[in-house]
């Protein structure tokens, strides 16, 4: 069996986002739903590809060398300060 460390080095980024995608949904792709040890070690190869693979700063992602990045609720303010999420006139409502 290849050494997880290798599966990661060479996965491509399309792989990744496949899996997170199926972490965060909880199901793959054609709808199918992840078992919970599927579940489990996707989320555990999302988070090593982050940890190894991705610069991320943001909340609740995982930084280089395993690092959670956990900002405070001041940071994400600043963060997103002046940009709106989504803008409805009042006739779409």
Known sequence: MTDINQVIDQMPLEVY?????AAELGKWEDGSVLSE??????????MMYQARKLNQTE??????????NELSKAELKKQFR?????EFKAEEL
Request: glycine share 10%.
């Open 82 to 86: 002046g940009e709106s999420i989504a």
């Open 59 to 68: 909340h609740f992602t995982i930084a280089a060398g395993g690092k959670i």
């Open 37 to 46: 040890t599927q579940r489990e070690s996707t989320l555990q190869v999302v």
């Open 17 to 21: 986002e496949r899996l997170r995608s």
